[in-house]
């Protein structure tokens, strides 16, 4: 039986190496790294993409598929739940990096197996919102920027890279405490209130200064 870590990063500001040491960090005993580079989860299903068509030909029953969160997989609600879905049925064992979660095809009990399926349709449909909700501050990013582009002044260089704030909106989405964020991150405390009382604000920092 092998641990696979599939990780997806969709922008030159994300890395494969960050998600690998969280999962690792979680105490995940990692066997393989299976990842994409700047692929979209949301235009792009995880069959159509290069290393994710590779995941489904090498995962097989009794392997377990390990993600930083569901959004990895994709952040549109039916490619999502498909996928995870598909891979219960081949006898794999998904599991989350945020929020523990493990999502497993073997139990044949009908109450298990509904609350199993509404939280898989549950964290899908949130990885679409979420999605939604950035593409949203990036557009107001972007306004604010382009409103201020004739200022000689920027403001201080964002603390945190493209990676952390997506981190933290992630996990701030899921309910995740303010300390946890900030240990996972890497970010101080104050850094990550400063994204949750301000995402546009913060998302426009980003912006304006290129990252």
Known sequence: MTTILY???????????????????????????VSDEGVSGVRVPLAERLQGRRLFDMLRSGDTLVVRWVDRLGRNYQDVTDTIRE???????????????????????????????????FMAATAQAQAEATKEAQRAGIDHAKANSEAKYRG???SYSREQFDMVRDMLGQGTGVAPVATATGLTRQTVYRIKDDPVASEAALVEWRL
């Open 7 to 33: 990780a997806r990063v969709s922008t030159i500001d994300q890395t494969i190496a960050h998600q690998e040491a969280h999962a690792r960090a979680a105490g995940f005993a990692i066997d393989t790294v």
């Open 87 to 121: 891979f219960m049925r081949r006898g794999v064992i998904v599991k989350t990096v945020i929020n523990s979660l493990t999502f497993d095809g073997a139990t044949k009990d009908p109450m298990q197996q509904a609350v199993r399926d509404a939280l898989i349709a």
């Open 156 to 158: 201080r260089k964002p």
